[in-house]
């Protein structure tokens, strides 16, 4: 874990990162506040940044914190500068910022314990959202189809499952010509042997064994072999053994 620097405020006697420190210490020194922030307290009796998730149980508190963190985007007398709520850690990852990273860890301590509990946890998402979001997605991934997680996937050896890696690993040695996670029309294939128009799906017996999937896998290979390809299904647990079979009968 990063440590990052402090130094104790001599008013409040909180430890303050250096590079705050002098900012911090000019508020706590001229006791800057408004009772405009008190429309900010909640019924839990403490007070919630507008501009992020940040509370508080002192008015003088979130003043320093809105002075010193987002001063740039907010003014405590007119509001947001530019009309519009905008987060402090907008564009920041656990990579790039320090601050986002001790956040993301804490939480994730609070989650895991228990000790927090996410706003969301017993809701039920809308009906109308859920179809919204995903009419927006099919749309975006109809017009950006390079944003489809399986272009990821595809000839990404350290993202395949150990299976795929055996077939994957055994086609290259072989030289047989084929292409992973080839895709024919809404479906997207484990691989496609070339000069034999043949597909190949390794089937791992958890996901694969549901009477939903089984229905959804038939109505897959109906699809597929409409399109002029042959479709075999390899189950995981034998991979190599019926890989072998196949390639000999083909």
Not at 33 to 57: A, R, S, W
Request: net charge positive; charged share 30%.
């Amino acid at each position: 874990m990063i440590t990052v620097p402090k130094k104790e405020c001599p008013y409040c006697n909180k430890m303050i990162s250096n590079s705050n420190y002098q900012r911090h210490v000019t508020v706590c020194e001229t006791g800057k506040y408004t009772p405009k922030l008190e429309k900010y307290k909640q019924d839990d009796d403490l007070y919630h940044c507008p501009v992020c998730i940040k509370t508080f149980h002192k008015i003088r508190q979130l003043d320093g914190h809105i002075r010193l963190a987002h001063e740039k985007k907010y003014d405590i007398n007119k509001g947001f500068k530019d009309g519009t709520r905008i987060s402090w850690c907008k564009g920041k990852t656990k990579e790039t910022d320090i601050i986002v990273k001790q956040i993301g860890n804490t939480l994730k301590q609070g989650y895991d314990s228990g000790r927090i509990i996410p706003h969301w946890k017993g809701k039920k998402i809308p009906k109308v959202f859920c179809d919204k979001m995903s009419k927006t997605r099919k749309q975006l991934l109809k017009d950006r189809p390079e944003l489809h997680p399986n272009f990821r996937l595809a000839n990404n050896r350290i993202e395949m499952s150990y299976p795929e890696k055996l077939v994957f690993d055994k086609l290259t040695d072989l030289g047989i010509l084929f292409e992973h996670q080839y895709r024919i029309g809404k479906y997207w294939t484990d691989f496609l042997l070339v000069h034999m128009n043949t597909i190949v799906e390794v089937d791992g017996k958890y996901w694969h064994s549901s009477v939903e999937q089984k229905k959804h896998d038939m109505e897959r290979d109906k699809f597929i072999q409409s399109n002029g390809f042959n479709i075999v299904h390899i189950p995981a647990k034998n991979v190599l053994i019926e890989l072998m079979k196949l390639v000999k009968e083909l």
